[in-house]
């Protein structure tokens, strides 16, 4: 078979077989993570970026908190025109914002379009506060422009709230509303992930349009993911691919070298 046959053979088999749908439902079985597999259950589907950082440890990156404040896997990819992301964590969605009672509620999704730290656009998650939840945005609406608020610890990893390190944004204070994602996430924990099997696991799910993100100001290139609580005691960050062609498109690559065959033996006759 000629090099140019086998090209075209991979590309048809990946035209035909590189979609992958998720349900958006916390559960992560359709990302390829797996229970009561140990370690290697956290590791996802082929394709899929992924970041994994389980502890087992009260000190975390850069604070304190042990498994209640643990972020130990965030996922992304992109299909199609959609940008699909998971987390699992050991910190409940339901956390009280209460930094009176030492209690920190659950941060925003933040999105880096130069990989420079500056985190243009936002996927809100309304935390819990004591009398209910947060007042700011809509649940699962993506804000460009965004404005973020801080946590505990400086750029040396010292608890200093009045000079945060920027790199770790908290949740959203403000910001330009785009659209919304499609977001699900579990509040009951669950055990039986990672080498720590009696450890509780909380999971996040969402999928947004891309074209929210061009709104935002992305360029079609690679950026950075990154999640952490309202303290960021404990931080994640993924960097999925950039844009990829669309299914459609790939479609078609395989009926072009099948062209260019055609003409490359009409010349060798």
Known sequence: ????????????????GSAQAFVIDGNLADWGVTRYAGAAGWTPTAGIERTIEDQNTEKLD?????QAYDAE??????QGQTLYIALATGHNPNTLQNPGANSYGAGDFAIDFGKNGSYELG?????MLPGGREAFGVMGGVYGSAIWAQGLWDANGQHNPAQADPLHPTHLLGGVHLG????AFTTTGQNGFGQWASHQHYFYE???DLSLLNAGGWDGKAFNIHWTQNCANDS???D??????????LALLPLGLLGMLAVRRRRAR
């Open 1 to 16: 078979m000629s090099n140019l046959l086998v090209g075209l053979v991979a590309l048809a088999s990946l035209g035909a």
């Open 62 to 66: 850069p604070g304190y908190g042990g």
């Open 73 to 78: 896997a965030l996922y992304a990819t992109i």
């Open 123 to 127: 996927i809100n998650f309304k935390h």
């Open 180 to 183: 919304n994602a499609a977001l």
């Open 206 to 208: 969402m999928s947004v």
């Open 236 to 238: 994640i960050l993924v």
């Open 240 to 249: 999925p691919p950039g844009a990829v062609p669309e299914p459609a498109t």
